[in-house]
Structure formats: structure tokens, C-alpha cells
């Protein structure tokens, strides 16, 4: 049994395993939606990608979460569900944000990273047929 003289709920990311590596922020725009990547955070236990995606385009965007493919030094990594932290909304009408934790596999120190972000705009004048796809490089 514990006792607890206290308690704080905290968001997860707060109480999360502190990251042994931290890769910095990154920006592209294209069709009108811009997608950044806040931060990467690598721990033990996994990893954690912050991105924000904004739609201000006149035509509805998805953003494909369960699309997205990280590889680290070669290696593509399984991303792994978190219901702890807040997932991006999948779904951005036009002048509308979301933003939220995509959770992967555990990944070596320093790794030179690679991350792919799809989504699909109703442009379908737009990338291919709609499909608009980000690549963020680290090292």
C-alpha cells in the first residue's frame, strides 16, 4: 500500500522518461498547409514527435497520422500507440490547427533521423491528386 501525502495530475509528456536526445524544431508549407515538427524527443522507452499541422488552404485537409514513417539510421520504426498523449486531429477544415504527440519505437542515440508526414487535401490540383507528403531530415 502507498500513501500519498499529495497529488498533481500532470499531461503525460511531463511525466514522460526524459530524452537522452532532443532533435530541434522544423517547418515546410505547401498547397497552403504548413506542417512543423516542435521537437523529437528520444528516451529509453520510446520515441515522442510534436507536430502541429495548419490548414489555410481553401479546401479541407486530412493529416494521415497513422501514415507517418520515421527511419533512424536506416532503419524504418514502428510507430506505437499512446492513449496518454494528445494525437493530432485527422481532420482540418480550412484556417483550422491541430497538434499532438506521434509516438515511436525507442531509437539509438544521435540517430540521424528521417521523418515522413502525409496528408490529403479535397485540392486534388494539389501534390499527387491531393496527397501532399513532408520529408524532415536530422543530420
Not at 23 to 35: D, L, N
Not at 108 to 131: F, H, M
Request: proline residues 4%; aromatic residues 10%.
Amino acid at each position: 500500500m502507498v500513501t500519498a501525502d499529495t497529488l498533481q495530475v500532470v499531461e503525460a509528456s511531463e511525466a514522460a522518461t526524459p530524452a537522452h536526445t532532443t532533435y530541434g524544431a522544423a517547418t515546410y508549407a505547401q498547397a497552403g498547409t504548413r506542417m512543423t515538427v516542435t521537437k523529437i524527443e528520444a528516451a529509453a522507452d520510446e520515441t515522442r514527435v510534436y507536430v502541429s499541422a495548419r490548414n489555410q488552404s481553401a479546401a479541407d485537409f486530412s493529416f494521415y497520422a497513422f501514415s507517418t514513417k520515421l527511419v533512424a539510421n536506416g532503419r524504418s520504426i514502428e510507430s506505437s500507440y499512446s492513449g496518454d498523449y494528445k494525437e493530432p486531429s485527422s481532420d482540418l477544415p480550412p484556417d483550422s490547427r491541430t497538434s499532438g504527440v506521434l509516438v515511436f519505437e525507442a531509437i539509438p542515440q544521435d540517430a540521424a533521423l528521417r521523418l515522413i508526414l502525409e496528408g490529403n487535401s479535397d485540392n486534388y490540383d494539389v501534390g499527387n491528386y491531393g496527397t501532399l507528403k513532408w520529408t524532415f531530415t536530422w543530420k
